[in-house]
C-alpha cells in the first residue's frame, strides 16, 4: 500500500553540542530511539535512518521492521550528501518522503496530523507553520524525487526546491513551537526540555 516513508538524519558530528545528539537521552530512550519509534507511530510506513559520524555506535539504535540504516561515508562534505543518499535509499511504492533530522524532536500528533494533511490535499510540499515561521518536518510528493537528487550545498539544497515551489506548498498551522525545535546546543537541549515538559 503506497504511504510516507520517512528519511531520518543522523550523520552529523554534533560539534556544537559536544557529544553526539543522536545519543542524547529523550523521554526514556535516545533521541534518536524516540525519533525513530515517534515516525512509525504516527504513521510513516518506513524510517530510513542515514548515518555518518560515529555510525557503528548508532547502527544498534535503528531497530524494527519498519526501519533501517544506510551509511553516508561522504557526510562531512554536508546535510545534502545524506538527503541524496537517504532518498536513493527508498524501496520502492512510497507516494511521499518526509525529511526530519534527529535534532528535531517532535510528537506523535504533529507528524500524524501533517502525514494526514499531505494525503488528504494531494499537496505537492506540506510543512508545519508556528506564528507565522516555518517549521519541520518536510512532506514531499515523490513527484519532486528528480529535483531533490539534484541539490547542492552551494545552491541552499533543500531550501531552493522549496522556493521554487513556495506557491505549492500547503502550510499546517500548529499552535506549538514544538514544530520548530532545532536542539543544536546544551542551551538548545534544555529548552527543548523544557517546552516539550509544557506542552505534555
Known sequence: MPGITAVLLAAGES??????KALLPWQGKTLLQHQVDMLIEAGCREVVVVLGHRALELVTQVRGEQAWSVINPDYAQGKTTSIKLGLRSLRSGADGVLLLAVDQPR?????????????RTGALITSPVYQGHGGHPFIFNT???????AIEEATQGIRAVMERHKTEVHQVPFDTPLVRLDVNTPADYQEAQRLWALAM
Open 143 to 149: 513527484r519532486l524525487l528528480p529535483e531533490l537528487l
Open 107 to 119: 510528537t506523535v500528533h504533529i507528524v500524524r496530523r501533517l502525514l494526514g494533511e499531505h494525503q
Open 15 to 20: 560539534t556544537r553540542m559536544g557529544q553526539l
